[in-house]
């Protein structure tokens, strides 16, 4: 306080305070109290306890500690700072000149309402600069903008705020658009932004969160339900062994991909790209807890009966029968305007005598052939009756003798002969080779219904909100539907995500 300040204590009684503490507690006595003290002049006003045994045992508003008639508050004495605390001054000036301590901030301004000062000298000329008029000094942190955003006038640290909107909440749990956006994504996004604007940049960002929000969201509603049910104080526990695996088994190959030395540098770069090695540990361990509670939850541990697999295979015999089909060999050649069909007869017919003289049939093919495998012998994989193109070579493949060599076939635009390898004919799978199978089919039909019956009760218990909620065709706090997230991708002029 100034010299002029007062205090006012009651209406129309004003005392003149000094700067000095101890006046400052003289005035706040007087303050509580309105009293003078009178009680007992040779009780030491610094002493609570004696001072609390003089007052009468009977009155209950000494009991409450209030103050009563002819009674004074404890006021204890001011204390003092040894020499070199922060804080204290050693010659009263406040300018930052001295050699005051003003390492301390404090809310209690020496002269209210009067410009902010220097805290505190600069260290050294660096340090000063950066310190400007202002006397603060600014902590250092420069942000590396992705490829495109210094171009697009993008200003640091932009990047980083923008993956930190909120897009979902999951019961109590927040989902950030970075959670989102997986290192492949944001390599991705790094490699098509450096021509696009702002806004274009912002739209492939929604675009990729609109595609996996769904599955992200039903990660978290069962990571929120385990996180009900195990023991707060195990939760860190687990998150280490998860860590650990993730830094053993996932984050070399994620440098490794990134083609980075190691995990610092690999850090570094997602952070340029608005992510964190910290936030992808978390995602891991998010999703690897859901994926374990929901394998606990999910038991499937029972044997499927014989009958109801005999039953799914009378029921679905049709997926049973496959095609005929049949690997062959083909030599072409194709007749054109100038060369008429006489030639290209005999053309054929010489390679024709040259495979039948011994000559292998894909050095044949390789060397002369003009049909769409000649550069590989001539040669077709398993094929099934009805997929080929020409008719005329299809009804050859299914009918003529297995390794014999064909007559020359005709199907207007080229001349062919043509060898079988192998054949398969039409059939059905039998049961007893397709027990294993329909087992299978069985238990993971089982276990999606236990799936959807478990999320369904804790989806009732957990509330879920996205921003794609409001969009056409999307779910109630699931995001939007296939179609709905489809329909959302198909955005003019803009770059689409490949594997």
Not at 295 to 310: R, T
Not at 415 to 423: A, G, N, P, S, T
Not at 437 to 462: C, H, P, S, W
């Amino acid at each position: 306080m100034s010299q002029t300040e007062t205090v006012m204590l009651h209406p129309g009684r004003h005392f003149q305070t000094r700067s000095s503490l101890a006046s400052r507690c003289c005035a706040l006595a007087l303050l509580a109290s309105g009293v003078a003290s009178a009680q007992n002049p040779s009780q030491p006003a610094d002493d609570p306890a004696a001072t609390a045994a003089e007052l009468p045992a009977t009155s209950a508003a000494a009991a409450r500690g209030m103050v009563g008639s002819g009674q004074r508050p404890h006021v204890p004495k001011a204390l003092s700072r040894p020499e070199g605390w922060p804080g204290g001054k050693t010659d009263g000036k406040t300018d930052g000149k001295g050699d005051s301590d003003n390492h301390v901030l404090s809310s209690i301004l020496p002269n209210p309402g009067g410009p902010l000062e220097p805290i505190a000298t600069p260290i050294n000329a660096a340090d000063a600069k950066m310190a400007g008029k202002s006397g603060v000094i600014q902590a250092g942190f420069e942000e590396t903008l992705p490829s495109g955003a210094a171009a697009a006038g993008q200003p640091a640290g932009a990047q980083s705020l923008d993956n930190a909107r909120v897009v979902a909440r999951v019961g109590p749990e927040v989902v950030l658009e970075g959670d989102l956006l997986t290192p492949t994504a944001l390599a991705w996004l790094d490699k098509v932004s450096g021509g696009l604007t702002p806004e274009q940049v912002r739209e492939l960002k929604t675009q990729i969160c609109r595609q996996v929000i769904k599955q992200h969201v039903e990660s978290m509603v069962i990571y929120v339900d385990a996180c009900r049910t195990i023991p707060e104080d195990r939760i860190p526990e687990i998150e280490k062994k998860v860590n650990e695996a993730f830094d053993q088994q996932q984050l070399p190959r994620l440098v490794k991909d990134a083609g980075v030395a190691n995990a610092l540098e690999y850090d570094q770069l997602l952070r340029s790209r608005g992510q964190s090695l910290d936030r992808i540990r978390k995602t891991f361990f998010e999703r690897a807890l859901a994926q374990q509670w929901i394998q606990q939850k999910v038991v499937n541990d029972g044997e499927i009966p014989h009958a109801e697999m005999i039953a799914w295979y009378q029921n679905h015999l049709a997926e049973y029968d496959y095609p005929a089909k049949a690997r062959f060999e083909q030599l072409t050649v194709k007749i054109t305007a100038g060369r008429p069909r006489g030639q290209a007869w005999n053309m054929l017919a010489a390679m024709g005598n040259d495979v039948m003289q011994g000559k292998p049939f894909a050095d044949v093919a390789r060397s002369r052939s003009e049909g769409p495998t000649a550069a590989t012998g001539g040669s077709y994989d398993w094929t099934t009756r009805g997929s080929l193109v020409s008719k005329v070579i299809d009804e050859a493949v299914f009918t003529m003798p297995v390794g014999q060599l064909t007559a020359i076939l005709d199907d207007g635009s080229a001349l062919h002969i043509l060898r079988v390898i192998e054949r398969i004919d039409a059939g059905r799978t039998p049961f007893i080779e397709a027990q294993v199978g329909i087992r299978n089919q069985l238990q993971d039909e089982r276990r999606k219904r236990q799936m959807d019956e478990y999320f369904a009760t804790v989806r009732d218990r957990t509330p879920v909100w996205t921003i794609f909620d409001d969009e056409p065709g999307s779910q109630p706090g699931g995001g939007p539907t296939q179609a709905g997230a489809q329909a959302g991708t198909q955005t003019a002029s803009q770059p689409r995500m490949t594997k």
